[in-house]
Each structure stands twice: as structure tokens, then as C-alpha cells.
């Protein structure tokens, strides 16, 4: 079984940057997705990547702030975030693509635990 691990959040202060990453223990990762929850709110879909590192995804709400990337040699898969947002505040996590739809969180598996992003104003 894969299990992935989030790292890299914390509190920063509004257009200030943060770069998550998502290792895979276990078997090599496939193509990876990045959501986030805010309190309150529904999960969101962030960005996604193939495993072969095209094509790439982002939410609207992120483009030209965030770039996910991913190192296979490493197992992982990072998300840079510049200009961060007080409404970027949220949990991060990522998951494995099982198919369909790249912007439907029902179509990933494996979750990791996440981690908080606090973006303050």
C-alpha cells in the first residue's frame, strides 16, 4: 500500500510564498492531486499532475500563484505557493488519481493526513 505524507505548511503573511511536498512510502506514485478545506467549506480541487509530469492541472482560484511539480526519483510531488492569499487558509492534502474527472476529489484514493496552510492578512 502507498501511503502518502503532506509537509511544508505554517503560517506566512499574505503574498508571502510556501512549498508543499507529497512523499510516497511503498510502491511508486501515479498521477497525484492536491485539494484543500477550509473551515466550513468544501474540499477543493488545487492542481493535479501525471505521473509522467505532463499534463498539469490548477484551479482557477490558484493559476500563476501555484505550480505543482513532481520528482519521481524522490517518490513525491511538490506544490509551490507565491502570492499567497488570506483565503488560501486551509488544510492541504494530496492523493493518488484513480481516473475520470481530475477535478473530483471522489476520483483519488490513498489521502494523506494534510497539512494546515495559515495565510494571514
Known amino acids: 500500500q502507498v501511503q502518502l505524507v503532506e509537509s511544508g505548511g505554517g503560517l506566512v503573511q499574505a503574498g508571502g510564498s510556501l512549498r508543499l511536498s507529497c512523499t510516497a512510502s511503498?510502491?511508486?506514485?501515479?498521477?497525484v492531486g492536491w485539494f484543500r478545506q477550509a473551515p466550513g467549506k468544501e474540499r477543493e480541487f488545487v492542481a493535479h499532475?501525471?505521473?509522467?509530469?505532463?499534463?498539469?492541472y490548477h484551479a482557477n482560484s490558484v493559476k500563476c500563484r501555484f505550480a505543482i511539480s513532481r520528482d519521481n526519483a524522490e517518490n513525491s510531488v511538490s506544490l509551490q505557493m507565491n502570492s499567497l492569499k488570506p483565503e488560501d487558509t486551509a488544510v492541504y492534502s494530496c492523493?493518488?488519481?484513480?481516473?475520470?474527472?481530475?477535478?473530483?476529489?471522489?476520483?483519488?484514493?490513498?489521502w494523506g493526513k494534510g497539512t494546515l496552510v495559515t495565510v494571514s492578512s
Open positions: 492523493a493518488i488519481y484513480s481516473g475520470s474527472s481530475v477535478y473530483n476529489a471522489m476520483n483519488y484514493g490513498g
Open positions: 511503498g510502491r511508486a506514485v501515479r498521477s
Open positions: 499532475i501525471h505521473w509522467s509530469g505532463s499534463p498539469a
